[in-house]
């Protein structure tokens, strides 16, 4: 699945994978272990077809969002910037 290269792309491993979700976890050894972050990717099957799969992304740590512009923040958009690199994955 392309998701999975994008989340390793950006230093998670995946430590669950089936059909319809996916979770990564960031790799220790940058930040604290509260700013670790968690990807959960959820695939809607409701609205799947042959050309398209709809997937709802949830990034979180167990951080305070004291600042607008912390890690789990900084970790969302290196997310969301690799997933609209990859010319397969389209944003919404």
Do not use: W
Request: charge should be negative.
């Amino acid at each position: 699945m392309l998701i999975s290269e994008v989340l390793r792309s950006c230093n998670f491993e995946i430590v669950y994978d089936t059909d319809d979700y996916m979770m990564g976890r960031e790799i220790p050894g940058r930040v604290s272990f509260t700013q670790l972050v968690t990807v959960e990717a959820l695939v809607d099957k409701s609205h799947t077809n042959q050309q398209e799969v709809r997937m709802n992304c949830v990034i979180k740590n167990e951080e305070l969002p004291l600042k607008v512009n912390n890690h789990c923040r900084r970790m969302f958009d290196t997310v969301k910037q690799a997933i609209a690199e990859k010319a397969e994955l389209q944003v919404h």
